[in-house]
Nanobody
Framework: QVQLVESGGGLAQPGDSLTIACAAS????????MAWFRQKPGRNREFVAA????????EYADSVEGRFTLSNDNAKNTISLQMTSLKPEDTAVYYC????????????????????WGQGTQVTVSS
């Protein structure tokens, strides 16, 4: 069973950059669809970005397209999310998810299809 642990969250000012990471253990995440979701207080979990199971496809929410970049390091069994030009509305708990089934790209945004989740890391953007 895959275990996921996020790290790197914290406090940033608007316009700053921050990188968060997700380390996997208990098995290789190669062949999994890996994604970042975020959740704001009182809101549903929201899709941020995904790397498809083939490793060739990335998908981003419109709200972060061009500002956030998802990358993976298979050797370290980790994924990262580089966040630039941060905005106050990016404030949320960020969760890493792993999907074992090889669904088509159109399903990457559906959080209920993910099998494993980390505990989340808080990102706060405030001046």
């Amino acid at each position: 069973q895959v275990q996921l642990v996020e790290s790197g969250g914290g406090l940033a000012q608007p316009g700053d950059s921050l990188t968060i990471a997700c380390a996997a253990s208990g098995g290789s995440i190669s062949g999994y669809t890996m994604a970042w979701f975020r959740q704001k207080p009182g809101r549903n979990r929201e899709f941020v970005a995904a790397l498809g199971w083939s490793g060739a496809t990335t998908e981003y929410a419109d709200s972060v397209e061009g500002r956030f970049t998802l990358s993976n390091d298979n050797a370290k069994n980790t994924i990262s999310l580089q966040m630039t030009s941060l905005k106050p509305e990016d404030t949320a708990v960020y969760y890493c998810g792993a999907m074992q089934a090889r669904y088509a790209r159109s399903w990457y945004r559906t959080h209920t299809l993910y099998d494993y989740w980390g505990q989340g890391t808080q990102v706060t953007v405030s001046s």
